[in-house]
């Protein structure tokens, strides 16, 4: 598949997606940044590492900013929490050049991914 291909294809996923599936990309679009970063740290690639680091501070902000605090109550409170503490790790990360924040922050948003992917299957189950 041609890059633009690819692009118009992920463009279309995210247009015709729902919330939950959103969600989803969201999480695995900071999970690939935050890969991305490692592999950056590992060739020495400072630049590539801060704007990777930068995208996944962007995406987990945005995940932050949309928490309804009226229907999620503790969930949603907890999840501020975690969100906060991965951003703080995400720029000691990049200050410290530190892999293993990044593989903490990696493992912390791919339990959370799990956790969203059952829920949307939930929901979608319970739609049908």
């Given at each position: 598949?041609?890059?633009?291909?690819?692009?118009?294809?992920?463009?279309?996923?995210?247009?015709?997606?729902?919330?939950?599936?959103?969600?989803?990309?969201?999480?695995?679009?900071?999970?690939?940044?935050?890969?991305?970063?490692?592999?950056?740290?590992?060739?020495?690639?400072i630049a590539a590492k801060g704007a990777a680091i930068s995208k996944?501070?962007?995406?987990?902000?945005?995940?932050?900013?949309?928490?309804?605090?009226?229907?999620?109550?503790?969930?949603?409170?907890?999840?501020?929490?975690?969100?906060?503490?991965?951003?703080?790790?995400?720029?000691?990360?990049?200050?410290?050049?530190?892999?293993?924040?990044?593989?903490a922050i990696e493992k912390i948003l791919e339990t959370l991914l799990?956790?969203?992917?059952?829920?949307?299957?939930?929901?979608?189950?319970?739609?049908?």
């Open positions: 598949m041609s890059n633009s291909s690819a692009n118009n294809y992920r463009e279309m996923a995210i247009k015709t997606a729902n919330r939950g599936q959103l969600l989803v990309m969201l999480y695995e679009a900071a999970i690939r940044n935050v890969k991305k970063a490692s592999i950056a740290l590992d060739k020495k690639d996944a501070h962007d995406i987990v902000n945005e995940l932050l900013n949309t928490l309804n605090f009226e229907a999620g109550g503790d969930i949603a409170r907890e999840l501020e929490r975690l969100y906060n503490f991965i951003i703080e790790h995400l720029i000691a990360a990049n200050l410290e050049n530190s892999k293993e924040k990044l593989k799990g956790a969203w992917k059952i829920a949307v299957e939930n929901m979608n189950q319970q739609k049908k």
